[in-house]
């Protein structure tokens, strides 16, 4: 890919990426159930958000055409982790929405960690990269631990239900299986950018054999 088609494709997954950011503004219309706002699926709103991140971040990471090494990526799912409840709490602090509603912490935090670890999974099986893989799964698998904590102190199948109707229900559109096909656009965008950004082996050391000392340093 050329350096004007990588720029070109990096811008255009940043503006997709704001569209969906701001979906606070659009989302109520495509809503199936009458009356509520976007606050009512607060974990549709933390899968847009991550969904969003991943796209402007993943626009950069193609613009730059730069090799990003295992920790860069690992600080990107981080960091999508922490923005999309941060992004709920800004809504909530700045709208009508309860800062207090369920999904303003931990809950959006998992489902963001979700998407992440699944754009790092995307990526690592595109480029061979292994380690990437095994760091997408385990970043929802950490958040894990206290999202159940948390979750279960309301009913006990409140979690399995929360996430079956993210991953299967149709409240926007009456689209069924919006969640799901969320996630798997997640991993395909992992995939995509590595592929876009050429590939480049950042975790590899690079060969050292026929080389002078003073070439090294």
């Known amino acids: ?5 990588r720029r070109f494709s ?3 997954l940043g503006l997709v990426g704001l569209a969906v950011l701001a979906h606070p503004l659009y989302l109520e219309r495509f809503l199936i159930y009458p009356g509520v706002e976007w606050s009512f699926v607060p974990l549709v709103h933390a899968a847009l958000s991550a969904v969003g991140a991943l796209l402007v971040a993943g626009g950069i990471v193609v613009a730059r055409g730069r090799a990003v090494r295992l920790r860069g990526w690992v600080g990107l799912a981080v960091a999508v982790v922490a923005v999309v409840p941060l992004y709920g709490v800004l ?8 800062p207090s509603f369920p999904g303003s912490g931990i809950r959006r935090a998992f489902v963001a960690g979700l998407f992440a670890g699944a754009f790092l999974v995307g990526g690592g099986l595109a480029g061979g990269r292994p380690r990437r893989a095994a760091a997408g799964i385990a970043v929802p698998v950490v958040l894990l631990v206290p ?6 102190q309301g009913a006990l199948l409140e979690p399995v ?4 109707f993210l991953l299967t229900g149709a409240p926007i559109s009456g689209i069924p299986y919006l969640g799901s096909l969320l996630l798997v656009s997640a991993a395909l965008l992992g995939l995509g950018v590595e592929l876009a950004s ?6 590899a050391r690079p060969p050292t054999e026929g080389l002078k000392k003073d070439d090294i340093l």
């Not at 890919?1 to 088609?5: E, H, I, K, P, Y």
């Not at 809504?91 to 309860?98: E, N, Q, R, S, V």
């Not at 999202?147 to 279960?152: G, K, L, N, S, Y």
């Open 1 to 5: 890919m050329t350096t004007g088609a």
């Open 10 to 12: 990096g811008l255009t």
């Open 91 to 98: 809504l909530a602090a700045t709208g009508p929405l309860d």
């Open 147 to 152: 999202v159940v904590v948390e979750w279960t």
């Open 161 to 164: 239900l929360e996430l079956y």
């Open 198 to 203: 050429g590939g480049v082996d950042a975790e």
